[in-house]
């Protein structure tokens, strides 16, 4: 039998499920663990369980709780198990990027991993930038400047005295790594780090030796889709993971959600909505040109070594972030309130700038959208009953208007003549967006699922197991993906 017929049955093997697959989403405000298995001989994905997740502002700065996080994934992967007497093939965990645990010489954690809105990066990119210019930076890198990339946050580390040997892991490779898979930074979210060569899949070693990290404490780069070995410790002592393969899916949740997308040509964008709102499209090789640095647009990882080539615009974080303020203040306001007072809004006269560097770090943030109103020579808004949905109405129109300039300027640099927009991530709930978002881009808009990270991780594990756990191939991908999408989604904790 040949590779090729190999791969089929293999594909079709999987299509029927004999075993389940765990896919774990850890994300910035909740992680979610999800199982997908046959029931009655049809796919089911089920949400089994969801805990909540937040920075924690310690002595050291603002880090997260890996400990609270790893149990909560281990809980998730327990109530798996109880669900799947049939076994679980395969486990794979994706989230946000650029935040990484350290480790000693023996492997062991030095401590609570910092979170990438944590303030102590903006002394590191200052220096970085007087030994290499932004220009130089995106050059070799192809990568957004950001000063949560982990190149600065590395940098900061060097700056505080963390020993120069100490090895690093981005946070969804290390929680695979503490199920017991090998130390590696999957190419997705190593291109998040700023520290990949433009258009290859290997660390730049010029920009380590320049700004004087060690490569050393680097993980090995692998493909999408590698197998980094079996489930081990406690969890293996259970059945259904006796024989489990961690897989690393798009470890970067964006391009997991990307990779849930069910399109094909070159006529399309994309919007991954949610705390952040990620605005671009997919390219085959890297669009590294001046124009594309002077608009701070990114090149980072896809499946198959494809570019999402796009631009970090401020997301539904802004919302989070004044419903908590209002709460504060006797006001509770769910994000279905807000969206259905401000559909009774008109337009407002001035709109803000939602990537305002004012509005990314967490705080009072209705003073600060209050504060670029008078700057403006408007009134401020109440911060009563009466001005509240006045404020999410702002929002709204002001991230819609924010998603047709940059998706103008992805036309602009990349040449394509873009006709339809998928909308992906719990953002792409928020029907009152969508609306204004296909008014002011002109485009047609799709909305994908809320869960589109986790169908792009459970696509590419099973790509991967079709094709021997060696990577991901884009198209398998995609076509797991598009069956994917159609599969009923069920929710355990409601």
Known sequence: MTEQENRANAGESMLSLPQALVAVDLGAQSCRVSLLRAKSGQPEISLVDRFPNAPVLSEKGLVWDIERIHSGVLAGLRKCADLAPEGIASVAVDGWAVDYVRLDPRGQRTGDPFCYRDERTARAMREVFQILSPERLYELTGIQILAFNSLFQLYADKLAGVPLDHRWLNLPEYVTHLLGGKPVAEYTNATHTQLVSLGESSWCGELFRAVGLELEAAPELVRTGTSVGRVRGELSRIKAFAETELIVPACHDTASAIAAIPAAGDDWAFISSGTWSLVGTVLERPSASEE?????????????????FLKNVNGMWLIEQCREAWAKAGEAWTVGELVRASERLPRPDVLIDVDDPRLMTPGDLPARVNAQLEEAGQKALP????????????????LAERYAEVL?????????????????????RNGFLNRLTAERTGLEVFCGSSEASTIGNFAVQMAALAGGCRGADASEVARFAETLSTVPFRNFME
């Open 408 to 428: 103008g300027a992805v036309r602009k640099t990349t040449g394509r003549k873009l006709k339809r927009l998928f909308i992906v991530g719990g953002g792409g």
């Open 383 to 398: 911060l009563d009953r009466s001005g509240i949905p006045q404020m999410a109405n702002l929002v709204f129109h002001s």
């Open 292 to 308: 594309a640095r002077r608009m701070n647009f990114t090149n980072l990882g896809g499946v198959d070594g494809r570019i999402c």
